[in-house]
């Protein structure tokens, strides 16, 4: 007799990412594209979408396109071109959007993830759409343009993720991406980056994918993966419950970490796409395309490999240095000064982290000078390894230069013989009892009094001085 075996399921996640571009002004039209303003502050007759007003195509979304689509390894299309994707909401004014469908301007590419080529089917760019606000105690929605214009790419992967762990990561490396090469800011929290997430599942062995469905707009890595496990977990449910899955899209409940329907296929807008007729088609020529290229800087995969490879850190300890760009950059400013990549990198994932993550910090507060200068002054003995560390922390808190708080707080090791054995002879005859331990052979009580002399010391002087000296007197 034969039991049945219990199916294994295989997630199958594809992605659409779409990022705000770090342009002056938005796609279409010379409204400022800024984060915060006042309601309706930053709008015109063309991002508003009224009559006569006529889109003109903002050659630094262009250039920002491009260089996202050079850093995630796509090719570049010669000939692009912008469509008219038709339909009403009530944050669109136009009652269409200017996209791209036909001929996007980046194509193919890919990014790997732990080991695993995750394949992008192509970039497009787009104009952002504005934003509904529900004031619930009004019972009103107001509309707010500001956001209509924002110029916005469209990263569509391939179905190439199996698991909310690996989707998540596969986002991280493309936010990294995006952030070296000065496109986006990668904030998830201000609805820079946003993602819509295809999950289907199969069982294991299937030669066809399943029927997916699509939870829109997740705007932080916790949804993405809590959004994923639902679905694949609803779905599966599903299947075994001897139904099928319907393709769909869904929405993503906060509260619950769920999926709730929002519209099926039967009632999915048809977009009626077309050529749009205000906005010309964009030949791009090898040499503005290599201009691009040359301006991108070091990209995350490069500097990881260089950090590993060349410095000797462990992956992990390359990822905390990556993850903000301008952290990165001050350790790459201090090394490029000389300080040595270890220590540089235990006291940027030390203190200077702590600090960061403590104030919300977008830059580093000292200069990397000054870090080497403290390096400097540990690695010759003029202050200790923990005042090095304290220095490091009161200069970003106080935002005077390293020199200054090394004198300001007496840190400096001075040799001053007679001060230490008169602090020392102080600790020890303090402690008349654990002198004797001592003397009896109870040598633990050596580190007591190690601590006791470095407390009062502070580190004005060198550790191998005060433990010859504590040793001087103790044997004596
Ligand atoms: P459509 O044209 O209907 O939007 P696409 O082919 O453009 O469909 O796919 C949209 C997204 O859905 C892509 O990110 C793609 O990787 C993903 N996708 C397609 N099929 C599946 C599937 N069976 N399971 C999971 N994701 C899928
Ligand atoms: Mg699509
Ligand atoms: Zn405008």
Redesign the pocket.
Known sequence: MSTAAQTRYIT?????IHAELLTQTKVFCGCPNTFGSAENENVCPTCLGLPGALPVLNRSAVEQTVKAGLALGCEIARWTRWDRKNYFYADSPKAYQISQLYAPLCLGGGLEVGGRLIRL?HIHLEEDAGKLIHDGARNVTRVDFNRCGVPLIEI????DMRSADEAAAFIEQVRMALVYAGVCDGKMEQGSLRVDA???VMPEGAAE??T?AEVKNLNSFRHVALAIEHEAERQIRLIEGGDRVVQETRRFLEGTGETAPLRSKEDAHDYRYFPDPDVLPLELDAEFVGRLRASLGELPGARRERYIGQYGMSAADAETLLARKFVSDFYDEAVALGADPREAGNMVRGEILRHVGETGAERVGMDAGDLVKLLGMAAAGEISANNAKRAVALTLGEGKSAEAIVEAHNMRIREDPDALAATVRSVLAERPDAVRSYKDGETKVFGFFMGQCNKILKGSAHPKSVEAELRKQLDS
Do not use: A, D, F, W
Request: no cysteine; proline share 6%.
């Open positions: 199958v996640i594809g992605l659409e089917n569509v992967t391939e179905p295809n999950v289907s994918l399943g997916r």
